[in-house]
């Protein structure tokens, strides 16, 4: 009927007008899917995403899974014990470092006296509030403190040491960088994991840091000689600036001790060279063990700890037997995030590309702004060797239990993303994959380097890096 046929045609116009505009949206949503627009939205968004640890929510159950595994483990437990007056004294002090967002001069902060309980023995202690960014002291129960046991006590063998949380130093990377410092023969700091309560109340997992000391020296055995640290002004340092023997521009540890008059003379000795290598009138040479530093550099390389390089983290051990300075491998904070494609920004660079720090571009470059290339040569050895897929495999599987140990205790207890300036909000995970990764880099960076490569400077801080073939030139 004439009815049937309208509804008929009805139907048929409903099914085309339905097939229609599904080919229409998807014809607009594959126009909007390519677009430049679209896709630039998407990208910036990935790569903000990428940063500051939010993909690592994607491991969100592996992260909780270990973190339940720190059950079947133990850590050594401190306790330290302090009376109400000087908690208040502590506090007092802690909440005007808030308002004025820092602790100020070390020797203005208040010490107070304490009793720190170790393996059942209690020893006298005096302490303070330690640290120079505010991640150190604004929490009362994350604050980090530097600790003094009194007389003639010790616990793990040592005298003095600090007590921080993971995150302060970006988690196990700080660790990761002292294991695999002391794989290659440097001093290696004690830096220790441990459960840590204030009169009685847990403040939860807490890092171990050793002090600078003749505890340190012997127990890499290395003969008692004195250690320096160089002025945070130092940063940059002109060598037309010239100095005498009393011009403090390095801090010595233990300077009581140093100044003794049987020590006096090495710790003058010592001084001396480090002050006339600054200005120009010292070898490179004949002031510092090239092995190590070249060692030492290539560590850093690895796992992006160039903090420790600063003017004002550097530590200098002067070794009386060979007359020479060797690296301390310190405050290593590493500022990357784990890698991923969608960070536009991810540094990639080497410590070649960071020659702005002008006591590093003094290894590199001799006096006539050329290569140094006998110094250059060894730190390639150095990088080749750590970036090796032998010496990676061969540590990871070497340091495997207490790599898992230690994350799974740092999941239990606080891993929001930290890199030494920026935290939060995404999540800290350590993943061996970064580590290949960085390796990877690394040998691509120096794959075909040897002596064709040369140094342009482009200005005062800032050098090119040229590596020239037969065929081509390549700029790095």
Avoid at 291 to 302: M, N, T, Y
Avoid at 404 to 420: E, L
Wanted: positive net charge; proline residues 2%.
């Amino acid at each position: 009927t004439f009815k049937t046929k309208k509804i008929f045609f009805f139907n048929k116009f409903l099914l085309f007008y339905f097939i229609s505009t599904i080919l229409a949206g998807f014809v607009i949503l594959v126009f909007v899917l390519t677009s430049t627009a679209f896709n630039k939205k998407i990208n910036n968004f990935l790569d903000h995403f990428s940063k500051a640890g939010r993909f690592e929510y994607l491991y969100i159950f592996d992260i909780g899974w270990d973190a339940l595994k720190s059950n079947f483990y133990s850590l050594k437990r401190i306790d330290l014990e302090i009376n109400f007056e000087d908690i208040l004294t502590l506090e007092n002090f802690r909440e005007k470092a808030i308002r004025n967002e820092t602790l100020g001069n070390s020797e203005e902060i208040p010490r107070i006296k304490g009793s720190l309980i170790f393996d059942n023995e209690k020893k006298e202690a005096e302490l303070r509030l330690k640290g120079e960014r505010k991640i150190h002291f604004e929490e009362k129960k994350k604050s980090s403190y530097k600790i003094d046991l009194r007389r003639n006590n010790y616990i793990l063998g040592l005298k003095r040491f600090s007590l921080q949380k993971p995150r302060v130093r970006n988690y196990i990377h700080e660790w990761l960088l002292h294991e695999i410092s002391g794989e290659l023969g440097l001093i290696k700091l004690k830096y220790e994991f441990v459960k840590f309560y204030i009169n009685g109340t847990s403040q939860g997992l807490y890092v171990l840091e050793e002090t600078f000391g003749k505890e340190l020296i012997e127990r890499n055995e290395r003969r008692n000689g004195p250690i320096f640290a160089f002025d945070d002004n130092m940063v940059n340092f002109s060598t037309k600036f010239k100095v005498d023997e009393d011009d403090p521009f390095f801090e010595i540890y233990n300077d009581k001790y140093w100044n003794k008059e049987e020590n006096i003379f090495l710790l003058r000795s010592a001084s001396k060279k480090l002050r006339d290598f600054i200005v120009g009138e010292r070898k490179l040479e004949e002031t510092f063990d090239l092995e190590l530093f070249a060692k030492f550099f290539a560590v850093i390389d690895l796992t992006y700890t160039y903090h420790a390089l600063s003017p004002g983290t550097l530590r200098l051990y002067y070794n009386p037997i060979n007359g020479l300075f060797e690296p301390i491998p310190f405050d290593g904070q590493r500022s990357n995030p784990n890698y991923h494609k969608h960070n536009s920004s991810f540094d990639n660079e080497i410590l070649l590309d960071k020659s702005s720090i002008w006591w590093v571009k003094k290894f590199f470059y001799n006096n006539n702004e050329e290569l140094n290339k006998d110094f250059y040569n060894k730190y390639l050895v150095n990088i080749k060797k750590l970036s090796s897929d032998n010496f990676l495999k061969k540590f990871l599987k070497k340091k495997k239990k207490p790599i898992k140990k230690i994350n799974s205790f740092i999941y239990a207890d606080y891993f929001f993303y930290a890199n030494g300036l920026n935290f939060g909000p995404g999540l800290y995970y350590f993943s061996k994959n970064d580590l290949f990764y960085r390796a990877k880099i690394l040998q691509e960076r120096i794959n075909g380097l040897g002596k064709n490569v040369q140094m342009i400077k482009k200005n005062d801080s800032e050098y090119l890096v040229k590596i020239f073939s037969k065929n081509c030139i390549k700029d790095r």
